[in-house]
């Protein structure tokens, strides 16, 4: 488990790294059906006040996987996908927190701090690729079990499924 | 210092060790139950499932008004107010209060039932949705989303319900925690309390050990330099002196500030012989030793030393220490008795050896003594024997091997002369003097003595000599005994039964010479015939006493001839019968006649006398039965009265010459006719017996061989 967290930092810092080379890169658009809209204080944009990822641009953003058990369920779970400081890097986002939005209309302010836990948007979940029907498309995923500090009501409400928009402020 | 307080300070060292467990415990306790507690408020189950219910409610009104919508045949602009995109949100909702901890919770108040049945059908639906739907089966969904929402507000009710139970009794389980909690400081605080309470009385024993460590040091050093008689040195493994008391000064000559500090070798010549040294590396190393050293001083006398070296451990050093003393005195004094020692040594032995020869010279003598003699210890142990002991028929016989005085005594007990003290004799011995017969015609004088209590001397002494002579010495003397005795009674009989006939006699000469011619003739007549009476008894008298000298003499002599048994009895009989009318005289004789070879004179004597008898005895009326029997080879015949009878004690006596029995006193009679009746049955081989009951009567009975003539008869 160690081994697959080094492997998911690795991947995290090289496309930290991409991800900086590439901001001044204007972002295309997207191909196929959009996943994640960004909205805010954002650099990028490859639509009008906002940047939006379909599956294919946000796979390219880089690898990381977390096993960890989760609020709803004690039984520790694979899950892999992009990291979230890559995205935020790749759009050139700046601000104290961002307002991720889920397609129910759930709403939670995360505060730019928790990238220091180097959480993810996992895409799949043991292996399957979630889809809205089970908490897809893309969840959001903290290191729990790696972590104590994450094992608490606070940092569990930030664990949003089915997200869709992330606003920077 | 002492070892008193050792069981104690143990004591109190469990102790401690029990309070420092019961503090780490305590503390334990505690903080494990105020983690479990925040824990337990870190997570907040029940605001979760709630809120998880009502968004799930939300959902299903959501696409109930989408359907409700579609069904209106409205159109719908915005993808997120389809009801195909809010059907996936709801079923993605309800799919997780189907699982995790919500779906145990749901499940605890019975509802998860309901809930898969609604996942399920909503599944179902989902797919039709995706295409155009009608306005029927929109309105017929839109229907079904209603329940669920109904469903969901009350699924949201009873959750509420049950978990304000579930706090209630959480908050009882906080408020037992902290009595807990409590309870357990307290514990803290006492053990804390007890462990600063011994560090305490710690410290004040450590410093009262060290103050009294001190003043035995200073004890120690006191002792150590005020004893003069005595030098005491201490010295490390390279034999460097670290103490040197005053008494060693006065020993060696040598200060204590000269010596301290320097190797023993050099202080003085006594620690460089090579034992010394060995001696003193030994208590170094742990082994205590003592030993003595003689030496000359300075003056050529020559003086003793005492060292004793033991081990020391001071302060994690081994060190060793040797305590040096002038034993020269002691020594002298030794060296003397050993020589004196040496002198009686010798004094002894030479005693010894004379005692040695006193004691050869003793057993030969004994050797060549003539009599038995053995000694034994006070257990009967053999001590010494000399060969005739060994010699002795029971002694060779039964007991050469481990002989013992039990034993030895018991090898003659089967002797003649032997009584059973032989037999028992056992350790504290009895004296015993005794004559055996060790062998035929040999007897010996058998003496067990004790000497001074502990020696036991056996003698066994030839006597048959002696003893011949008292054998011969004794049958003379029965003899003797014998024929006075029988002139005893000779006189005695002859004083009672010649007296009668002498005194009528007497008595009828008186009468006719008195009265002369005055008497008449038929008186005389009786007179005469009283006199000629009383003269045929005497005659009688003296033949049978002829009779019975001669047969003592051997001059009767026998005359056998064949004849009839039968026939010389039933004669004897009719001459009797004659004699006395009165007399019932029986027969019990067999028809054919009994052949015996005897001299018929001498029979006819003895059945006449034993008749006579039987009549004589028998009173008024005598009753005589004669019988005539044979068996075998030998005829027999007997004679029964029922007269007076012989007591039973006389019996054995009645056939003894001139011997009468007390019941016949006042009838006339020799005491011979018995006597001289078997003596003739003895003559012919033949025997005779008697039975007799006082007052009861007599039985004879003699027996005679049956003649050849008469045995052949009988075998045809």
């Given amino acids: 488990m160690r081994y697959v967290t080094l492997l998911g930092m690795l991947a995290a810092m090289w496309a930290a790294g991409a991800g900086a080379a590439s901001a001044l890169e204007p972002l295309p658009p997207p191909n196929g059906p959009v996943l994640l809209t960004i909205t805010g204080d954002i650099a990028q944009t490859n639509a009008p006040g906002k940047a939006q990822f379909d599956r294919a641009m946000l796979e390219a953003l880089g690898q990381a996987s977390y096993t960890t058990s989760s609020e709803v369920s004690v039984k520790p779970m694979i899950f892999e996908g992009v990291p979230l400081r890559a995205v935020l890097d790749r759009v050139g986002a700046s601000g104290k927190s961002m307002r991720a939005t889920a397609l129910n209309d759930y709403q939670v302010s995360i505060p730019m701090d928790d990238l220091r836990f180097e959480p993810i948007l996992a895409m799949r979940v043991d292996g399957r690729t979630i889809t809205p029907r089970d908490k897809g498309p893309l969840w959001i995923v903290y290191p729990r079990d790696q972590q104590p500090v994450l094992k608490d009501v606070r940092y569990d409400s930030r664990w949003v499924w089915q997200l869709s928009r992330l606003h920077i402020e | ?95 997780i209060l189907l699982e995790g901890p919500q779906g145990e919770a749901l499940e605890g108040i019975g509802l998860s039932g309901d809930l898969k049945l609604a996942y399920l059908r909503l599944t179902l639906a989902e797919p039709l949705l995706q295409s155009e739907v009608s306005p029927q089966t929109a309105s017929l969904l839109q229907a079904e989303a209603r329940d669920l929402a109904h469903l969901l507000r009350d699924a949201a009710n009873r959750l509420l319900i049950h978990s304000r139970g579930t706090a209630a009794s959480k908050r009882e389980n906080y408020a037992h925690v902290v009595f807990q909690s409590f309870a357990f400081i307290l514990g803290i605080v006492l053990s804390a309390a007890f462990l600063l309470h011994r560090l305490f009385r710690g410290v004040q024993e450590a410093s009262q050990a060290k103050q009294l460590l001190r003043q035995e040091q200073e004890l120690s050093d006191l002792v150590i330099n005020n004893v003069s008689n005595q030098g005491i040195v201490m010295f490390d493994d390279r034999l460097e002196c670290l103490l040197w008391n005053p008494g060693m000064e006065g020993l060696l000559n040598v200060g204590p500030d000269q010596a301290i500090g320097r190797l023993l070798q050099d202080l003085d010549p006594l ?73 009686l040594e010798i004094k002894v032995l030479q005693r010894t050896a004379a005692l040695r020869q006193a004691e050869r010279r003793l057993i030969a003598a004994i050797e060549s003594a003539a009599e038995g003699f053995a000694a034994f210890d006070w257990t009967g142990k053999l001590l010494f024997a000399n060969e005739q002991i060994w010699a002795a ?55 067990v003595t004790k000497a001074d ?24 003397l029965d003899r003797e005994r014998e024929t006075t005795n029988a002139y005893r009674n000779f006189v005695s009989m002859v004083s009672h039964q010649f007296r009668t006939p002498l005194a009528i006699l007497d008595s009828s000469a008186q009468r006719i010479l008195r009265r002369g011619p005055n008497l008449t003739p038929e008186e005389l007549v009786t007179r005469i015939q009283k006199i000629r009476s009383a003269g045929h008894r005497l005659t009688r008298l003296v033949e049978s006493v002829l009779n019975a000298a001669k047969l003592d003499a051997g001059r009767i002599e026998l005359n056998p001839e064949p004849c009839d048994l039968v026939h010389l009895v039933t004669d004897i009989c009719e001459r009797q019968s004659e004699l006395n009318s009165k007399a019932d005289i029986r027969f019990h004789v067999p028809e054919t006649p009994v052949q015996v070879y005897c001299d018929i004179m001498l029979i006819e004597q003895v059945v006449i006398n034993l008749l006579s008898n039987a009549v004589k005895y028998s009173g008024e009326n005598p009753t005589v039965e004669i019988s005539v029997w044979t068996d075998g080879t030998r005829a027999f015949c007997s004679v029964r009265d029922l007269g007076i009878g012989i007591p039973l004690d006389e019996l054995p006596k009645i056939f003894d010459r001139f011997y009468r029995a007390r019941t016949a006193s006042g009838i006339a009679g020799t005491g011979i006719g018995l006597n001289f009746a078997q003596k003739i049955m003895h003559l012919h081989g033949g025997g005779s017996q008697v039975e007799s009951y006082e007052a009861g009567g007599s039985l004879f009975t003699f027996d005679l061989p049956l003649s050849n003539a008469d045995l052949a008869q009988q075998a045809a």
């Avoid at chain 2, 030994?282 to 060292?307: K, Y």
């Avoid at chain 2, 089967?414 to 004799?425: F, P, S």
């Avoid at chain 2, 502990?454 to 003379?476: C, E, M, N, P, W």
């Fill in chain 2, 393 to 447: 028929a029971p002694v060779a016989l039964w007991c050469r091997e481990e002989m013992s005085l039990p034993v030895f005594l018991r090898c003659f007990s089967m002797c003649d002369g032997a009584d059973e003290r032989l037999l028992v004799a056992q350790p504290p011995f009895d004296e015993i003097e005794l004559d055996v017969l060790i062998k035929k015609d040999v007897w010996a004088r058998l003496s």
């Fill in chain 2, 1 to 95: 210092m002492t070892m008193k307080p050792q069981r104690p300070r143990y004591k109190a060292a469990v102790v401690t060790l029990f309070a420092i467990a019961f503090l780490v415990v305590c503390l334990g306790f505690t903080i494990i139950r105020l983690l479990d507690l925040e824990r337990d408020l870190r997570t907040d189950g029940m605001h979760t499932d709630i809120w998880m219910v009502t968004q799930t409610q939300f959902e299903a009104a959501m696409l109930a008004e989408a359907l409700a919508r579609k069904a209106a045949r409205e159109e719908i602009a915005v993808p997120e107010q389809d009801p195909a995109f809010r059907i996936t949100i709801l079923i993605s909702r309800l799919a």
């Fill in chain 2, 453 to 476: 209590g502990s020696t036991i001397f056996v003698r066994l002494t030839d006597i048959s000599g002696y003893k011949q002579v008292a054998r011969a010495l004794q049958s003379a």
């Fill in chain 2, 271 to 343: 620690f460089s012989k090579a034992d010394v040294a060995h001696s003193l590396h030994l208590a170094v190393e742990g082994t205590s030793s003592v030993f003595e050293d003689v030496a000359a001083d300075e003056s050529g006398a020559e003086r003793c030393l005492e060292i004793n070296c033991f081990p020391v451990s001071m302060a994690q050093r081994r060190l060793g220490i040797a305590f040096v003393r002038d034993v020269t005195e002691q020594w002298l004094a030794r060296k003397q008795a050993e020589r004196q020692n040496f002198d």
